[in-house]
Each structure stands twice: as structure tokens, then as C-alpha cells.
């Protein structure tokens, strides 16, 4: 097992250096000047220009450029803004936000999903085997964009108005705790919450004709016996494997939800250093996001073990 982890964190490496090299590429490839950007409707001072661009090496190649970055990074210094602030400084301040917003999705993708779709497959054929179909097959039409504002007008405003129930917030207020994550969170992972219902279906439907379930049946086991611990266990492991790569997802795919909710996470930041053409915070932020995926991705195949005894990492 420790061979196994050592070498999967040394196979990280190469990936973790191509992720950045691809995303600073496209970034170099931007047009437009970021000085100019950041100088926004008005024109930037040449003199000043001049002296950005050689601080932040924006007029050397581009595999200099990359270099002197990467040469921070692996010191654990992801560099500086345009305007002279740590991008480390940055994201620690989104951060926090972010990983509050993907936790509470992640539970309610988790719990609800898989919920949905045991009762499903013990139900296959009736009404709500049919119930949960239907419902998640709307779900995954329906953009998350219009999810969010038909969310936040019916539970944020509707109910406040019509009925006096004051519990979900329109706006993200710091001060509202975890209540104030609730409606983002569901709103960020209902897509997600509904491709789990329909693969937790399918699993365990698929697992429920293994020839060992039949075999547990026939000594006698009872029902839940059976499903708990023979059926549901081996149902979960692409259920897992799917949960593990979606959580760096829903970290990363959180911009439309934190601008609809007004949360000042990860997904604000990105945006608006896309617009003002910040590579180094563009960098900085894919680079944390793809170490999560490295982290959650290895999680998930210890976790294989756990879940299936046959499964042996040598």
C-alpha cells in the first residue's frame, strides 16, 4: 500500500506540470494586453506599463515566463497580481467560501443522490422508480443558471413574501452560517445529485443479479442484510469513483452559482481574473484545483479496498 501511494504521488508530478503548462499556454495565447486590462477603460500610463511588464516578465518568452513561475510554485509561492498582492493571499481569502459551498453540495449530492436511487432500483418499474427518472431527467435538462434563479425566487422571495417563511437567503450574508449555504449549495449540486441518482440505480440493479446476492437470498438472509451488506457495498464503487472526481467539479464549476448567490469564492475570483486577463491568478487557482482532483482521485482508490476486500494495491 505505501509503494502504491508513493507512486501515485510521483505520477502526480508530471501531471500536475502538464495541467499548468496547458492552462499558462492558453493564457500566454489571450489576446489583448493585461496592463491595459487592468487599467480598464482608461489608457495606461507607458512608462508604468513598461515597468509591470518587466517585474511580471510579460514581455519575455513564453518558456520563461512559464519557468519563472513554476520556479514559485514549487516553493510554494504562486506569485503576484498586477497589482502587487500575493495570488496565495487571494485564494486563501476565497478559498474558505468555496470549500464551505462544495461540502454542503457534496452532502446533498451524496445523501440525497444515492438515496434516490436505492429507493429506485428496490421499486424498478413502479411509481417512484418512475418518479425518480422523470425528475432527473429534468433536472439535467434544465441549465443550473435558471435552477438557481427559479430557486431563489420561489424559496428566497415567494415564500418570504406569501407566507412569511424567512429561511433561505436570496443573497449569500456571512452571518447566516451554514443556512446561508443551503440553497447554493443544493443549487450547485443538482445535476450532479441527479446523475448519481440514475447511476446508483443503475449499480445496484445491475449488482442485485450478481450471482452471490442470489445466493445470499437463498440461504435465507433477510432483505436488508442482502442489500446493505453484499448488494449497496459493491453497487457503490463507481458511485464512489464518480463522488471523488466530482468534488474537485464542484469546486471548480461553482462561478455561475457564486455570482447568482453573490458569494465571494473561487468561482468570482476566476471570472474576474479572466476578464482582466490575470494569468498568474488563473494559474494559481487551476493549479490548487487540480491538486484537489490528484488528492480526491487517490482517496478514492484506497477507498476501493474498503469497499471491495479483493481489491489489493501491491
Do not use: C
Not at 424498478?124 to 422508480?129: N, Q, S, T, V, W
Not at 431563489?152 to 407566507?163: E, H, I, P, R, S
Amino acid at each position: 500500500m505505501g509503494r502504491y501511494v508513493i507512486r501515485r504521488l510521483i505520477q502526480a508530478i508530471p501531471v500536475l506540470i502538464g495541467a499548468t503548462f496547458l492552462i499558462y499556454w492558453l493564457v500566454f495565447s489571450l489576446p489583448g494586453d493585461p496592463v491595459q486590462a487592468l487599467a480598464g477603460e482608461k489608457r495606461a500610463d507607458p512608462v508604468v506599463a513598461e515597468i509591470i511588464r518587466n517585474k511580471y516578465h510579460l514581455n519575455d518568452p513564453f518558456l520563461v515566463q512559464y519557468w519563472e513561475y513554476m520556479k514559485g510554485v514549487f516553493q510554494g509561492d504562486f506569485g503576484e497580481s498586477l497589482t502587487g498582492r500575493a495570488v496565495s493571499d487571494m485564494i486563501s481569502d476565497a478559498f474558505p467560501y468555496t470549500v464551505n459551498l462544495a461540502l454542503v453540495a457534496f452532502v446533498f449530492e451524496a445523501v440525497i443522490g444515492v438515496l434516490a436511487g436505492v429507493m429506485a432500483a428496490l421499486r424498478k418499474g413502479k411509481f417512484l422508480d418512475q418518479l425518480v427518472l422523470i425528475s432527473t431527467l429534468l433536472v439535467i435538462s434544465i441549465p443550473v443558471f435558471v435552477t438557481g434563479f427559479v430557486l431563489q425566487l420561489l424559496l428566497g422571495v415567494k415564500l418570504k413574501n406569501d407566507y412569511g417563511f424567512d429561511f433561505f437567503t436570496v443573497s449569500f450574508n456571512e452571518d447566516d452560517g451554514l443556512r446561508g449555504y443551503l440553497l447554493p449549495a443544493f443549487v450547485l449540486a443538482s445535476m450532479s445529485l441527479a446523475y448519481v441518482a440514475r447511476l446508483t440505480r443503475t449499480s445496484l440493479m445491475e449488482t442485485m443479479r450478481a450471482d452471490y446476492v442470489r445466493t445470499a437470498v437463498a440461504k435465507g438472509l433477510k432483505r436488508r442484510r442482502v442489500i446493505g451488506r453484499h448488494a449497496l457495498r459493491n453497487a457503490l464503487i463507481p458511485i464512489v469513483t464518480f463522488l471523488g472526481a466530482d468534488l474537485g467539479g464542484l469546486m471548480g464549476g461553482a462561478v455561475i452559482t457564486e455570482k447568482i448567490f453573490n458569494i465571494h469564492g473561487i468561482g468570482g475570483l476566476l471570472a474576474q481574473s479572466v476578464y482582466q486577463k490575470q494569468g498568474t491568478i488563473i494559474v494559481g487557482v487551476v493549479t490548487l484545483l487540480v491538486l484537489i482532483y490528484l488528492v480526491t482521485t487517490l482517496l478514492v482508490d484506497l477507498l476501493y479496498a474498503v469497499l471491495d476486500p479483493r481489491i489489493r494495491y501491491e
